[in-house]
């Protein structure tokens, strides 16, 4: 019988885990700013998700992720609102990497990230709101991150800025030396199903 | 012990002894109640239940306590905007009565929307809320406490997640240490040349942490390679589905009592949710009322909890 | 199992058989280049071993020796990426046909730096890791733990978490995890060269139980050959990819010309009776071992000092300390963690400026814990730091910058920025210096470091050995008055060592002192002037390294071990001589032999 063909080589391995208990760190020493809701706190763990993923793809990402839950105050509930990130990054990421312009990558880095995280918002309101409960009605968290800014911002730092240095200052280290099947579909289908879940509550509340 | 870092400590109480898929439904049976759950006197009696719980497996009250300040700035955050945007959630989430109102949070003079009437009915919806997040946040603490990485390997392990999925994150456990040494090597290292970080602006402070987030994302690429090669070294790969594992896990007799109590208790969480939505039981609009009733604030309609008054 | 031959699409399909009578191992032709690099790692490597053999590979850094350990179990070519000539047959197996984990299966390869091979939780998981990997039975891999914890004396550690144990039972526990594994061929690369003196110990007692044991063919690569030869059948010198000299040890030790013309760590013992051979002593005589120079040297020195009296030795480290105002102080200080572990014990020194200083003792000593305290990085629980006089409580980390520049082990713990240049300007910004001054010191330093051509240049990409220089630079921008250096040494090969201490030194001529911390007794011995010994937080002897080398007795309680030269001399009874001889150019100095100008 032929042993199956592995989900991630030991290299992709190492570095998800190695990131992962970065941010394991992170988290369990509080070495963030608090934010203003439980798992929402402003620390580096989207740069080590971000950097596991271009150097991993995502499965390396999700496992960052998997690894971030432990230690996050929400726990597990929070972990499959990172992945539309995760793969809409890991989709366009190849592309960036190989552009010739240094200036260029940075660019399309920071646009790739910015409408990445915007997809992710989506996904924590609808936890906080729809799930949990925190909170009775969705707009005004989304106007206090998207218009109010500062949030939405600091979080785009976190996911853009280190890992675009990292990327500019050392790409070998993040260099796309993976694969992953049926990428397209499998983003498309976690943001339609984000979506699906904000706006099928959306009209209640 | 690295795994003290997220809270587990290698001690001897009953809660440790269990399962972990029993400690895991433990963590689901607390919680979810919690999210389903919506009035805030069912949810302290939850929470009085975690914090029992908590302290048989050896949390005491004082770390719990101080764990709980982290959590002051979102229970704030909560508050505020509960009591703010109460009134913009629509039907599902509100009485269909007039709400008691209590006094103005933003004087009506600088009104930019319907927003910052404080009302008896948004306090005890928010005191529901932040019930709600101290219970999710205690559990995930108490799942830890008693959770070490093994256990969790070897959960993984039995619910057929792949073993690279499950290596990773072994891996990532036993790795701590030397991740954690390497991050204040570096600190160390960037503050012998004078480096500080302190800043009240998020943004910049972001900026700051680049001269240590870059050599230790750098410095654990390059170890990462190193360990690659070490597991490599080791024969990994060879038949990740015939791999062996030295700890097996098996249901003993305390976990089969302990996980059929938590089915039963998930079960009824459920159904005393669904009473909320469908007969007013155990919602927070249903104490409203009483409260209402206590404070001589009315409706007549006791009996109706739903209906129009 | 060996019938399963892995998926690997990136081989060609061509499977080399090779004819392998009696030989294990087998090179034939081979090269290698890495990916990126220009030029092949290996050049033609042709080496055949004998099942059972226990080979010694040795040679400078870059000469090929990590890589031919990484032909041996797969990881080239199957991990690395790069190009492969030539064939490897192991254990039976083609290199190219076969994927890692069925040639780790029958070679088990340990690393150097034992961090880096630790990967579980604890102790009894490393062990059984391997053994998972390839199906063994749950009982059969209990059986093999419990044998791996005897083997490593680490019985009393199986529920640990491997990084709390000491570098030295780190590595122990590395070796048993391959252990476990029960493979044929056993590859250690450079295995004590990140330990301190009592860890190399350890690995060195445990590899030759090992070895003792028989059935096991071994290939160690390993710089310190007075300890290793001992056991070795055969020696291997290697520089530049290829092969230089390959016999009996003995017999490629008789290769002056060799030996010298490559840049290696011979053995003090060997290098006495090279010199001893030009003067037609000692010929077609080649010790590597202390009693074997002993034993040389008591026939030999009644005939050389019969022929000439011994010569005056000029002793540059002998003379007054002046501590009158020294430099750096301290007075009574005492550390402890916040777990109540006690790191230092009231330990009180003095360094004059323009002192050169090493700080030496097994890890965990406080030697790391003491030198931290002199930049502020960690402060003491009692007792006092002065700098210049003034106490440091008062100070903070930028301004005690200033004073003291650190340098830590690892020098990409420090490099972040995108240039050489922005990293030599990191230091001066932090403490807002102006455009000018800074300016003015990143230029001055680059100068003095021969760093000037590579300001614009990203220090990712540089060699290690200048990424060090980098991170030296990075810290004298501020000119500080001293210069702390932490275990530049541990990791490095004897050349790249002595090329810090050079820079080192170079510096103290200009004016600064420097603080070292080493386990390289060699280069302790041959450049510092004043060396402190600590042990258990305590200051356990101080002096002139010929001070405290001539108190073996006292250090062998710290597991220190004096230079070869001083061993030999020190055991020397008839006749007697002096006790204190540090380096080679001072014991041909004692033996009438050789100039002042005699170096290593």
């Known amino acids: 019988m032929m042993p199956r063909k592995p989900l991630l080589n030991t290299r992709q391995i190492s570095v998800a885990a190695v990131l992962g208990g970065l941010s394991l760190i992170t988290e369990a020493f509080g070495l963030s700013l608090p934010g203003y809701l439980p798992g929402v706190n402003f620390n580096l763990v989207g740069a080590y998700l971000s950097i596991a993923t271009m150097a991993a793809g995502p499965l390396g990402g999700i496992i960052v992720t998997i690894l971030d839950s432990f230690t996050s105050s929400v726990g597990f509930y929070g972990l499959p609102f990172y992945w539309p990130h995760v793969f809409f990054l890991a989709l366009f990421y190849k592309r960036i990497y190989s552009m010739k312009s240094t200036a260029m990558k940075v660019v399309g880095y920071w646009v790739v990230t910015a409408v990445a995280l915007f997809i992710q918002y989506w996904g924590w309101f609808f936890l906080y709101v729809y799930v949990f409960k925190f909170a009775t009605t969705i707009w005004p968290l989304a106007v206090y991150n998207f218009v109010g800014v500062i949030p939405y911002a600091t979080f785009l730092a976190i996911y853009a800025l280190i890992p675009g240095f990292v990327l500019v200052t050392a790409p070998n280290f993040v260099r796309p030396n993976w694969n992953f099947p049926y990428l397209k579909w499998v983003t498309a289908a976690s943001i339609i199903l984000s979506a699906i879940a904000v706006a099928s509550q959306a009209g209640l509340r | 012990m690295a795994s003290e870092l997220f809270g587990y400590r290698p001690l001897n109480t009953f809660f440790h002894s269990l399962d972990p898929r029993v400690k895991f439904a433990i963590f689901f049976s607390l919680t979810l109640p919690a999210v389903s759950w919506n009035d805030p006197i069912y949810l302290t009696a939850l929470l009085a239940a975690i914090l029992a719980i908590g302290r048989i497996a050896k949390n005491s009250f004082r770390t719990t306590g101080r764990f709980l300040l982290y959590l002051v700035p979102a229970l704030l955050f909560l508050l505020v905007y509960n009591l703010l945007f109460y009134e913009s959630s629509i039907v599902s989430a509100r009485p269909s009565w007039n709400l008691a109102f209590l006094f103005y949070l933003i004087p009506v003079k600088f009104w930019v929307c319907p927003c910052g009437h404080v009302s008896l009915e948004s306090l005890v919806y928010a005191s529901g809320a932040m019930d709600r997040i101290i219970i999710i946040v205690l559990s995930g603490r108490f799942l830890l406490s008693v959770t070490s990485p093994a256990d969790l390997t070897s959960l993984m392990v039995k619910l057929r997640i792949p073993s690279e999925i499950t290596t990773a994150i072994n891996v990532a456990f036993g790795f701590l240490p030397v991740s954690l040494a390497q991050l204040t090597g570096v600190v160390e290292a960037q503050r012998a040349r004078g480096w500080e970080a302190k800043s009240k602006n998020p943004v910049t402070l972001v900026r700051k942490a680049v001269p240590t987030i870059v050599p230790v994302i750098t410095r654990s690429l390059t170890r990462a390679e190193f360990l690659a090669a070490a597991i490599s070294s080791r024969g990994y790969g060879f038949d990740p589905k015939r791999r062996t594992y030295l700890r097996e896990i098996k249901f003993k007799g305390r976990d089969w009592y302990t996980f059929s109590f938590l089915i039963g208790f998930i079960l009824i969480g459920q159904a005393i949710g669904a009473a909320a939505w469908g007969l007013g039981w155990a919602d927070y609009r249903f104490t409203t009322l009483i409260l209402r009733h206590l404070l001589g604030l009315g409706p007549p309609c006791l009996w109706h909890p739903l209906g129009p008054c | ?600």
């Open chain 3, 1 to 600: 199992m060996n019938t399963l031959k892995r998926f690997s699409p990136q081989l060609g399909s061509a499977e080399a058989k090779i004819q392998t009578q009696g030989a294990i191992i087998e090179f034939k032709g081979v090269t290698w280049r890495y990916q990126e690099a220009k030029e092949p790692s290996l050049k033609g490597i042709d080496l055949k071993v004998d099942r059972g053999e226990v080979i010694v590979i040795t040679g400078p850094s870059g000469a090929g020796k990590t890589t031919l350990c990484r032909c041996l179990n797969g990881l080239i070519p199957h991990f690395f990426e790069g190009e492969l000539q030539g064939d490897v047959n192991v254990a039976g197996m083609s290199l190219r046909a076969n994927d890692i984990p069925f040639l780790a299966a029958k070679v088990g390869l340990l690393f150097d730096d034992p961090s880096n091979q630790l990967f579980n939780s604890t102790v009894e998981e490393e062990l059984a890791f391997g053994p998972e990997n390839y199906a063994i039975p749950v009982p059969e891999i209990k059986l093999r733990i419990d044998e791996g914890l005897e083997f490593a004396r680490l019985e009393n550690s199986r529920y640990k978490n491997p990084h709390a144990l000491s570098g030295g039972q780190q590595q122990a526990c590395a070796l048993a995890s391959i252990f476990t594994m029960r493979p044929e061929i056993f590859v250690l690369d450079e295995p004590t060269s990140n330990l301190d003196p009592y860890g190399a110990q350890l690995i060195f007692q445990r590899l030759s139980e090992l070895i003792q044991k028989g059935r096991r063919t071994f290939i160690v690569v390993e710089h310190n050959l007075e300890t290793i030869l001992p056991y070795a059948d055969r020696l291997v010198v290697m520089d530049r990819g290829a092969i230089l000299g390959d016999g009996k040890p003995k017999d490629v030790l008789k290769q002056v010309d060799l030996m010298e013309g490559v840049d290696l760590q011979v053995p003090h013992a060997t290098q006495l009776a090279y010199e001893l051979q030009k003067h037609d002593y000692a010929k077609g005589e080649t010790p590597f071992t202390t009693e074997e120079a002993v034993s040389l040297l008591t026939r030999v020195v009644p005939l050389l000092l019969a022929r000439r009296p011994p010569g005056r030795r000029s002793d540059p480290t002998e003379g007054e300390r002046d501590v009158t105002n020294p430099l750096v102080e301290t007075r009574g200080v005492e550390f402890a963690y916040p777990d109540g572990t006690r790191a230092l014990n009231g330990v009180s020194l003095k360094i004059p400026e323009g002192d050169y200083v090493g700080f030496i003792g097994r890890n965990g000593s406080g030697k790391t814990t003491l030198v931290k305290m002199f930049d502020g990085l960690l402060r003491p629980t009692k007792g006092e730091v002065l700098l210049g006089g003034e106490e440091t409580a008062s100070k903070s980390v930028p301004q005690l910058a200033r004073f003291v520049g650190y340098n830590f082990q690892n020098p990409d713990d420090q490099i972040f920025a995108r240039t050489v240049r922005e990293e030599l300007e990191f230091a001066p910004k932090n403490l807002n210096l102006s455009p000018e001054e800074i300016t003015r010191a990143v230029e001055a330093v680059a100068r003095d470091l021969e760093l000037s051509k590579y300001l614009d240049v990203n220090p990712f990409s540089l060699s290690q050995g200048l990424r060090r220089r980098v991170a030296i630079g990075s810290t004298l921008t501020l000119d500080p008055k001293v210069l702390v250096v932490d275990e530049p040494t541990t990791g490095q090969d004897y050349s790249r060592a002595k090329v810090v201490m050079e820079l080192c030194k170079r510096l103290n001529e200009k004016g600064k002192t420097i603080l070292i911390i080493s386990h390289n007794m060699d280069l302790i011995a041959e450049y510092c002037r004043y060396v402190y010994v600590l042990k258990d937080g305590f200051l356990l002897t101080e002096g002139t390294p010929k001070r405290v080398f001539s108190q073996p007795e006292t250090l062998m309680e710290t597991s220190i071990v004096p230079p070869q030269i001083t061993r030999i001399f020190q055991q020397m009874t008839k006749p007697a001589l002096p006790h204190d001889v540090l380096t080679m150019g001072e014991a041909l100095e004692v033996l009438g032999i050789g100039g002042a100008s005699h170096g290593e």
